[in-house]
Structure formats: structure tokens, C-alpha cells
């Protein structure tokens, strides 16, 4: 019989405790620690534990050969966009997210893609949560159909590596690693050391191999990937499948890849056939019901790695029954709001100290993108100030803490899709060279945030004098 010792493991870090704690002394995180049953082993049984090596011999860097980055097309169109164009012999990918989200729907629809760019080797998918004939019952519905995908329901991590080994598959898919135990270690499957176990011997496999990779994770509560943080330092890949705001689209973003971008997403959306990708994703984002003008709501064209989205921005300023205004934003960092709010008190006259301003983007895309901040000082104005926007207008600039207005990289590329979508006006930041002419689109230059102000006024007096 193996010795054994209780430790507790935080199941955020990893890090352990001789005794329990309420917060975890390594990352801080309270009520992480769990107890766990950890084997005694000796320095010797420790250096020949392992079912598999992956080593080489030391040699010069004039002598290493160098991999070429050929990537293989998986057949999955916004897949291949967000890895960089497909997958590399022994890529290990880690795709996580929420339960039900459809990550064993997309790499199913994955592997049957596959098969024309991988060859006529067999690809082997195995399932610690599902039986056999699940997984079939969803590869029927999804309408794959091949003797090419071999099914394997195993949660034992020795008998998914012999099945590796007589299968000899040109991709791997492990669903998912939270239930799959390594035989040799104490401790229930979906620790925070058996997911570390397990997942160590499956990259030495595939690295060995040349075989790429996928495993599937969990998230917590919190968003965050289920297991340790060292999880993500050993793969090549991590990916983040979620859901926008109504969930009618699921999207894909690269959290880190060492073979491709991390600023590309793709977009899905879930039908009675699987996952379909999402061609005109602006277009879906922002939605189509945009026909009558609206306070408080302003567009702009954002970029996602090469794609560009129109998003629709939404700000609300409303009486405040607080002592102090609430300030709230969905989509856009707070502390970026907080700034934009002060440079407008400050720079274009408006009265918000008591006022709540809620800040929201449309379609539940987290935006880095700075173009971002003349939609929402424009929207906020708007709300503010009961001014009606354009369905046609767009507003595309970043808005620095002195309100003034900054030209966004790409812009005559912004302009160009604008035009495309039926936008007929653009309010952007005076050009240093010459103004860039887009047909059927009428260019406006607002320096700073009063300029903005007065040019949204002088629109609706405009507009006004029109219907008189």
C-alpha cells in the first residue's frame, strides 16, 4: 500500500498547505484550499515515474533544425482564423469555456472538416463525459459520417495512451481534462494536481508524436479557466469559447497562441446543424434594427485582429438618487469611462454630477479598440442633452483626458466598410494630410469633445429646420 499524506491545494494556483486557511498565502484567493491525498514517493521512484519522455540531446543552434509554420487547415473557416490559419504537428491547443457553450459540438465538426487536410490517417476523439453512443447520437445529428474518427470513452489517462499509440491518429482530441485521472497519482480526476498530471503526459505525447492537440477545460464562476494557472503556460494554445449577450453567437478568442495572432475572434452561431460561422460579423453584432434616429446611441468600426466590426455603442445618463453617481460599463473599461465622463465635464459643459451614467456595447464584445471612445462621448451627449443620433451617422476616433480628439490606425480602411454598411456621415478627428474621399459619405472633422458637442446641435437644429 502507498503512503499517503493530506495536503490542501488551492485550486486556483496550485499552491499547497500543510494545514487549511481561509485565503490562499501564494495568489490571495479565499476558500481555494481543498484537501487532497498526496502519495509518498521517494526520489528515486519519482525520477522513473512517467509514461512518457519528451527530451533530445543538447546541440548548437547552427544544427537545430528549424520548424516551418505550415499550418494545416482544419476545415472550420473562423477556427482557422483565430489559430492563424490551422493547426501544427504537435500544437497543443486548450479550448475552454462554460458548460453547454458547444465546445464538443465545434471540435467534432473539426475533426469530420479535417480529414481532407490531414490525409487518410484515422483522427481519435475521446470522451470522459459522455458514452460512445452519445457522442455518436451528436456526430448523427451534426451529419459527420466517417470510419476515418475513431470514438474512444475513457477517463483513465494510461488506457487513452494506449489507445493513441495503436490508433497512431493525426489529431487527438481529450474531452475534457477536468475527468481524466492519471492512475499513478492520489487524488480524485478534476484536481488541481491530476489535471497537471495529466495534462503534462498528454503534451509529452504529442510532442513526441508530431500529433496535434486539442483538450477541452472548464471555466469557473468567475470566467476563468478550472485547474491550475501552469495549465495554460504548458500548452501552445489557449482558447476561450463564449457566449455574446443575448447568446445567439458564440465566440472564439485566442487567449494565447504561439503560432499565430491573439487579437483575431471568430464568431458562431449555433443552429439545428452545429456551428456555423458568422461571414458578415459587424453586420450581426450591431444588429439590423437601426432605421430611426435614437438618444444615446452611436456606432463605430472596430478591429478585431484584420476583421473589422460595427458595434453599436449605448450610453444613459439619468437622474441620480444616490449620494455619489453610479457609474457602470458592459463591454468598455471602466476606468476608460470614468476619464471620458471627466473630460466632458470638464472640456464640453455638461452636468453630470447628478446623473448615473451606464455604458454598454452591443452584442457583448469586450473592446480594447480606443476608436471606441467618440462613440461613446457622441452617445453620451446624446443622452444627456435628449439629441437624437443619425442611424447613419458613425463616429470613429480615441478621445485623450484633455478631450481632445486622435486619428485611429486604419481609418480610411473604417471609413471604406462604414460606406459599405450604408452609413452616409462620419464624425472623425481632423486628418494631418489630405481628408481621404469615400464615396456616398460625408467626412466631419470634430478637434475635441465641445467640437462634438456643437456639431451634434448644430445637426439637430438642422434637422429640425428641415421638418419646419
Known amino acids: 500500500m502507498p503512503k499517503l499524506k493530506t495536503v490542501y491545494v488551492c485550486q486556483q494556483c496550485g499552491a499547497g498547505s500543510p494545514k487549511w486557511m481561509g485565503q490562499c498565502p501564494s495568489c490571495e484567493a479565499w476558500n481555494s484550499l481543498v484537501e487532497e491525498a498526496q502519495e509518498i514517493v521517494s526520489k528515486a521512484a519519482a525520477r522513473s515515474r512517467g509514461l512518457t519522455e519528451f527530451s533530445s540531446e543538447p546541440v548548437k543552434l547552427s544544427q ?62 475521446v470522451s470522459g463525459e459522455e458514452s460512445l453512443g452519445q457522442v455518436s447520437g451528436r456526430a448523427a445529428r451534426l451529419g459527420v459520417k466517417s470510419d476515418s474518427i475513431y470514438l474512444l470513452s475513457e477517463t483513465n489517462l494510461a488506457r487513452v495512451l494506449e489507445a493513441f499509440a495503436k490508433v497512431k491518429p493525426a489529431l487527438l482530441v481529450v474531452d475534457s481534462i477536468q475527468t481524466v485521472y492519471h492512475p499513478d497519482f492520489a487524488g480524485s480526476a478534476g484536481t488541481v494536481g491530476q489535471i497537471r498530471e495529466c495534462a503534462g503526459e498528454l503534451l509529452r505525447a504529442a510532442k513526441t508524436a508530431g500529433v496535434p492537440l486539442f483538450i477541452l ?49 471568430g464568431i458562431f452561431e449555433m443552429t439545428e446543424r452545429g456551428l456555423d460561422g458568422v461571414p458578415d460579423a459587424g453586420r450581426a453584432l450591431a444588429g439590423e434594427e437601426r432605421e430611426a434616429p435614437c438618444a444615446g446611441r452611436a456606432f463605430t468600426m472596430v478591429f478585431e485582429g484584420s476583421r473589422p466590426l460595427l458595434l453599436e455603442v449605448q450610453a444613459l445618463a439619468a437622474r441620480s438618487y444616490y449620494p455619489y ?66 442611424p447613419d451617422e458613425a463616429f470613429l476616433g480615441e478621445v485623450g483626458i484633455l478631450a481632445q480628439t486622435y486619428p485611429a490606425p486604419l481609418l480610411a480602411r473604417r471609413l471604406t466598410e462604414a460606406a459599405r454598411l450604408g452609413f452616409r456621415r462620419a464624425y472623425v478627428p481632423p486628418f494631418k494630410g489630405e481628408k481621404p474621399k469615400v464615396k456616398d459619405l460625408e467626412i466631419i472633422s470634430v478637434p475635441d469633445a465641445s467640437a462634438l458637442r456643437a456639431a451634434l446641435e448644430k445637426a439637430t437644429a438642422a434637422s429640425k429646420g428641415d421638418k419646419k
Open 325 to 390: 453617481p453610479r457609474r457602470a460599463a458592459t463591454g468598455m473599461e471602466l476606468n476608460r469611462v470614468q476619464m471620458l465622463i471627466a473630460a466632458l465635464e470638464k472640456r464640453a459643459g455638461l452636468r453630470l454630477d447628478d446623473q448615473d451614467v451606464f455604458a454598454s456595447v452591443q452584442g457583448g464584445i469586450k473592446v480594447k479598440d480606443p476608436v471606441i471612445d467618440l462613440a461613446f462621448c457622441a452617445a453620451l451627449i446624446s443622452s444627456a442633452l435628449d439629441i437624437p443620433l443619425r
Open 217 to 265: 477545460g472548464h471555466v469557473t464562476k468567475e470566467g476563468s479557466l478550472a485547474g491550475p494557472k501552469v495549465l495554460e503556460h504548458i500548452v501552445d494554445t489557449v482558447l476561450y469559447f463564449d457566449s455574446e449577450r443575448d447568446h445567439v453567437y458564440r465566440i472564439l478568442r485566442a487567449h494565447k497562441n504561439r503560432f499565430g495572432p491573439v487579437d483575431e475572434i
Open 64 to 125: 537545430a533544425a528549424a520548424a516551418a509554420d505550415k499550418h494545416t487547415p482544419t476545415g472550420v473557416g473562423e477556427l482557422d482564423r483565430v489559430l492563424g490559419g490551422g493547426i501544427l504537428p504537435g500544437q497543443v491547443i486548450l479550448l475552454a469555456g462554460p458548460p453547454g457553450i458547444g465546445k464538443s459540438t465545434l471540435l467534432l465538426q473539426a475533426a469530420a472538416a479535417a480529414r481532407a487536410s490531414l490525409g487518410s490517417k484515422p483522427l481519435l476523439y
